[in-house]
Each structure stands twice: as C-alpha cells, then as structure tokens.
C-alpha cells in the first residue's frame, strides 16, 4: 500500500489546474482581443500559454510582456 502526502498532492493539483492556454489565429489578435484577460489571469495566478500561427518579433514581446 502506497502512502500519499495529502497536502504535497494537494499543492500539485491546485498547481496544474492553474494553467490557461490561448488559441488565436494570428499574434496581433490575442494581443488585441484577449491582452486584458491574459493581464486578469496572470494577476489571479494562473500560467498562461498563448498560441497563434503567426507572430512577429514584437508582437512576442508584447505578449511576453502582457
């Protein structure tokens, strides 16, 4: 029989169920329609991941800086 850590496990579920991830089609979308909510989620603690089909040096910095 195997002994879990209750609290250790309850550290690692509250840490994965605070992960967010972003789909837009281009870079300049997620920055201009999800920035503030990106800003909001990050603020709350939760890890965000954006994901789009194209970005520009800039517009990565941007969304790394959001």
Do not use: D, P
Not at 14 to 21: A, D, P, Y
Not at 43 to 51: D, I, L, R, S
């Amino acid at each position: 029989m195997e002994h879990f850590n209750v609290s250790k496990l309850a550290r690692i579920r509250k840490k994965l169920s605070k992960k967010i991830l972003i789909i837009g089609g281009k870079a300049w979308s997620i920055i201009n329609f999800r920035g503030s909510l990106i800003k909001k989620l990050v603020e709350k603690g939760y890890e965000v991941t954006a994901v789009s089909s194209e970005a520009t040096k800039s517009e990565l910095e941007k969304i790394k800086n959001i």
